[in-house]
T-cell receptor
Framework: DAKTTQPPSMDCAEGRAANLPCNHSTISGNEYVYWYRQIHSQGPQYIIHGLKNNETNEMASLIITEDRKSSTLILPHATLRDTAVYYCIVSPYMNSGGYQKVTFGTGTKLQVIP | DGGITQSPKYLFRKEGQNVTLSCEQNLNHDAMYWYRQDPGQGLRLIYYSQIVNDFQKGDIAEGYSVSREKKESFPLTVTSAQKNPTAFYLC????????????FGPGTRLTVT
């Protein structure tokens, strides 16, 4: 699986957009980009995933560069409840019957400041 | 509500004792996983199971054992052979359909002294 590189920590003012970068320069053609987050002492929560097109859901937007070597997770209006560790992961998309090995690195600790 | 439950939230054991962590899901998911997380670290895969009565070792299986007798349940036993058992243990499940995301339980924090 491709490795990812994320900054260890970031701050964001409450109400502003939080832009979390991720580098995955060795990503291969069949690998998707996934984002999870983990609020302190809880289990990780899936946020969004994408292959090459930008994606948006009710939680966030995912922007993937054209060469797919990096991506940015955008939380459009950060709240204090968004304070968490955010993990960027690349992994093949496994359909029925396949095992999806997901490797969680150390992620980015996002602190939303009042 | 559908989800994954892990119990207990906190568990304390003496060194040399085996301990079993519970993981139950009512999401009708086929695949289930156990991860270990140490302070300030990411998650490391211990065991995974894609179907009932089948499971595979992950990256750090030594000192752990699992069973998958029912689709809903995937208990993890931390044996006395595990050298550093104190950690935060997370269970997850995933549908075998097209949905790629894993759903995680709230975790069990195990302390062995």
């Amino acid at each position: 699986d491709a490795k990812t590189t994320q900054p260890p920590s970031m701050d964001c003012a409450e109400g502003r957009a939080a832009n979390l970068p991720c580098n995955h320069s060795t990503i291969s053609g069949n690998e998707y980009v996934y984002w999870y987050r983990q609020i302190h002492s809880q289990g990780p929560q899936y946020i969004i995933h994408g292959l090459k097109n930008n994606e948006t859901n009710e939680m966030a937007s995912l922007i993937i560069t054209e060469d797919r070597k990096s991506s940015t997770l955008i939380l459009p209006h950060a709240t204090l409840r968004d304070t968490a560790v955010y993990y960027c992961i690349v992994s093949p998309y496994m359909n029925s019957g396949g095992y999806q090995k997901v490797t969680f690195g150390t992620g980015t600790k996002l602190q939303v400041i009042p | 509500d559908g989800g994954i439950t892990q119990s207990p939230k906190y568990l304390f054991r003496k060194e040399g004792q085996n301990v079993t962590l519970s993981c139950e899901q009512n999401l009708n998911h086929d695949a289930m996983y156990w991860y270990r997380q140490d302070p300030g670290q990411g998650l490391r895969l211990i065991y995974y199971s894609q179907i009932v009565n089948d499971f595979q070792k992950g990256d750090i299986a030594e000192g752990y054992s699992v069973s998958r007798e029912k689709k809903e349940s995937f208990p993890l036993t931390v044996t006395s052979a595990q050298k550093n058992p104190t950690a935060f243990y997370l269970c997850a499940s995933r549908s075998s359909g097209l949905s790629p995301e894993q759903y995680f339980g709230p975790g069990t924090r195990l302390t062995v002294t």
